[in-house]
């Protein structure tokens, strides 16, 4: 079992930065994928970014050279740096550890809320 939970969201205006925090607890977190996920009302959740097993990275089209992820096993945390945000970016933030493709559960966080707006 994985808890996650979020924190950083808030308000900035556009062209500014935010950092989103994922604290993990539970066992074996440093052996699932981990990502970034967001979602807007009426639409599907969205993959932002995501940290495979095998330390690859993968970024959303629209966060490429903006966003950063970031782990550390160390404090089994999770953190997005996210730059030149833009509204588009405004959304509900989630942190996901997804262990399936090692026959484990999926888990998600509450959710943060990031809103980019002058």
């Known amino acids: 079992q994985v808890q996650l939970v979020e924190s950083g969201g808030g308000l900035v205006q556009p062209g500014g930065s935010l950092r989103l925090s994922c604290a993990a607890s539970?066992?074996?977190?440093?052996?699932?994928?981990v990502g970034w996920f967001r979602q807007t009302p009426g639409k599907l959740r969205v993959l932002v970014a995501r940290?495979?097993?095998?330390?690859?990275?993968d970024y959303a089209d629209s966060v490429k050279g903006r966003f950063t992820i970031s782990r550390d096993n160390a404090k089994n945390t999770l953190h997005l740096q996210m730059n030149s945000l833009k509204p588009e970016d405004t959304a509900v933030y989630y942190c996901?550890?997804?262990?399936?493709?090692?026959?484990?559960?999926?888990?998600w966080g509450q959710g943060t809320q990031v809103t980019v707006s002058s």
């Open positions: 996901n550890a997804d262990g399936r493709p090692a026959g484990w559960n999926n888990y």
């Open positions: 539970g066992r074996g977190f440093t052996s699932y994928a």
């Open positions: 940290i495979r097993r095998d330390g690859t990275k």
